[in-house]
């Protein structure tokens, strides 16, 4: 797998990222807290699940219009949405529970999404988390092509119109994952990576082609077994649900890292970047808003990702309590700490920084400009 070193400039790096650590670490120990989930996760967790799974049982159960059915496929998406912002995300990277087979389980609900967990877990939390806006290493920003989401990627005539399709196709994002990760699979299989992880790649295969069946065969084949519908018409609710989840998620995750105030780098001829590994996450990562409510609750504190960032291993429920740690943290040794006010100013942030990678050219492939800038 890919290898980027990261390397401290200045010692104040050094000294952000030991007070910051020591500082959270310190509110847990005098607050008597467990960095992990509580009894709100837990009761949490049943309600997305409710969202997503009953009103699957009431379409298998009883008799309904097709509006009707139509709306609880948009109803399924939302919660389709939720079980992976919520539950599956802190199950992956460990921060459910303090219990393996908890976090396990917790992974595992990346099941309903038709889904592995071990692609997640190569191209989220190792390439994604470790690698955050680098050109060619970080998958988010680096494999589209036909929305140009890096200001190092190739700059396409069309690209000046992605501000506007841009949205409509984050729909198709489950949508990539359900038919695509087979081909992802097979790449990481070749590349050596499933074998880097103690993981054999025939069986990994074997299990991912196994999940895709059963998941069809529930989604698709228990409605036209058990209801009157037509098989278009459950094409059409299946294709409502996922471009619905598919809307969600993208465009959450977008907020966090394609805003104006995150830095998008490409490493040095020696496969460096010139920062500590915590101040990079810090240059790279957004945070929107702090009083989100009911929206932040849904979204499993995505919201925070600055915070998610430097802590993926710390649940979710407990980032708006450590956000004001590391934000004094960061202005005390003089880096920015990318706040935007609320959800609707960093969707416009993101908005205004796609019409601008739609239309600026690449900048000057010079080593001053491939390590972020504090």
Same mark, same amino acid.
């Given at each position: 797998?890919?290898?980027v070193? $990261?390397?401290?400039?200045?010692? /104040?790096e050094?000294?952000?990222?030991?007070?910051v650590?020591?500082?959270?670490?310190?509110?847990?120990?005098?607050?008597?807290?467990?960095?992990?989930?509580?009894?709100?996760? =837990?009761l /949490?967790?049943?309600?997305i699940?409710?969202?997503?799974?009953?009103?699957?049982?009431?379409? #298998?159960?009883?008799?309904? !219009?097709?509006?009707?059915?139509? #709306?609880?496929?948009?109803i399924m998406?939302?919660?389709?949405?939720?079980?992976?912002?919520?539950?599956?995300?802190?199950?992956?990277?460990?921060?459910? !529970?303090?219990?393996?087979?908890?976090?396990?389980l %917790? !992974?595992?609900?990346? $099941?309903?999404?038709?889904s592995?967990?071990?692609?997640? /877990?190569?191209?989220h939390?190792?390439?994604?988390?470790?690698?955050?806006n680098?050109?060619?290493y970080d998958?988010?920003? !680096?494999?589209?092509k036909?929305?140009?989401?890096?200001? =190092?990627?190739?700059?396409?005539?069309?690209?000046?119109?992605?501000?506007? =399709?841009?949205?409509?196709?984050?729909g #198709?994002m489950t949508?990539?994952?359900?038919f695509?990760?087979?081909?992802?699979?097979?790449?990481?299989?070749?590349?050596?990576?499933?074998?880097e992880?103690?993981?054999n790649p025939?069986?990994?295969?074997l299990?991912l082609?196994?999940?895709?069946?059963?998941y069809?065969?529930?989604?698709?084949?228990?409605?036209?077994?058990?209801?009157?519908?037509?098989?278009?018409?459950?094409?059409?609710?299946?294709? +409502?649900?996922?471009?619905?989840?598919?809307?969600?998620?993208?465009t959450?995750?977008?907020?966090?890292?394609v +805003?104006?105030?995150?830095?998008?780098?490409?490493?040095?001829k020696?496969?460096?970047?010139?920062?500590?590994w915590?101040?990079?996450?810090?240059n790279?990562?957004?945070?929107?808003?702090?009083?989100?409510?009911?929206?932040?609750?849904?979204?499993?504190?995505?919201? $925070?990702?600055?915070?998610?960032?430097?802590?993926?291993?710390?649940?979710?429920?407990?980032?708006?309590?450590?956000?004001?740690?590391?934000?004094?943290?960061?202005?005390?040794?003089?880096?920015?700490?990318n706040?935007?006010?609320?959800? $609707?100013?960093?969707? %416009?942030?993101?908005?205004?920084?796609l /019409?601008?990678?739609?239309?600026?050219?690449?900048?000057?492939?010079?080593?001053?400009?491939?390590?972020?800038?504090?």
């Amino acid at each position: 797998m890919e290898r980027v070193k $990261f390397v401290r400039q200045t010692i /104040k790096e050094r000294e952000f990222a030991y007070q910051v650590r020591k500082r959270v670490r310190a509110y847990f120990k005098d607050n008597n807290k467990s960095i992990y989930g509580n009894f709100n996760m =837990y009761l /949490k967790s049943v309600v997305i699940l409710s969202i997503y799974l009953v009103p699957f049982i009431v379409l #298998l159960t009883r008799p309904l !219009s097709p509006w009707i059915a139509l #709306l609880l496929a948009v109803i399924m998406g939302i919660g389709e949405a939720g079980v992976g912002m919520s539950i599956m995300h802190d199950g992956v990277h460990h921060a459910y !529970s303090s219990k393996k087979w908890v976090n396990d389980l %917790a !992974s595992s609900t990346m $099941f309903l999404l038709g889904s592995n967990i071990f692609n997640w /877990k190569i191209q989220h939390n190792i390439k994604h988390h470790t690698f955050t806006n680098i050109y060619n290493y970080d998958p988010d920003i !680096s494999n589209l092509k036909i929305i140009r989401l890096c200001q =190092y990627g190739p700059l396409k005539k069309y690209h000046r119109f992605q501000h506007i =399709y841009a949205f409509p196709l984050y729909g #198709l994002m489950t949508f990539s994952r359900l038919f695509g990760e087979i081909g992802v699979l097979l790449e990481y299989n070749k590349k050596g990576i499933t074998r880097e992880q103690n993981v054999n790649p025939t069986w990994q295969l074997l299990k991912l082609i196994s999940i895709k069946i059963v998941y069809f065969a529930v989604i698709l084949g228990l409605p036209l077994y058990f209801t009157d519908f037509t098989f278009w018409q459950i094409i059409i609710g299946f294709i +409502v649900l996922h471009v619905t989840a598919g809307m969600i998620m993208s465009t959450v995750f977008q907020m966090a890292h394609v +805003v104006e105030g995150t830095n998008q780098v490409i490493t040095d001829k020696d496969h460096q970047i010139k920062n500590d590994w915590l101040v990079h996450q810090l240059n790279t990562t957004s945070d929107f808003g702090r009083k989100n409510g009911l929206f932040s609750w849904y979204i499993g504190g995505l919201d $925070f990702q600055i915070e998610h960032h430097i802590f993926q291993n710390i649940c979710h429920i407990h980032y708006p309590a450590i956000a004001g740690i590391i934000k004094t943290t960061a202005e005390e040794y003089g880096f920015t700490y990318n706040l935007k006010p609320n959800v $609707f100013s960093a969707l %416009a942030s993101h908005f205004r920084r796609l /019409k601008e990678l739609g239309n600026v050219k690449n900048p000057p492939a010079t080593f001053a400009n491939m390590a972020s800038i504090n």
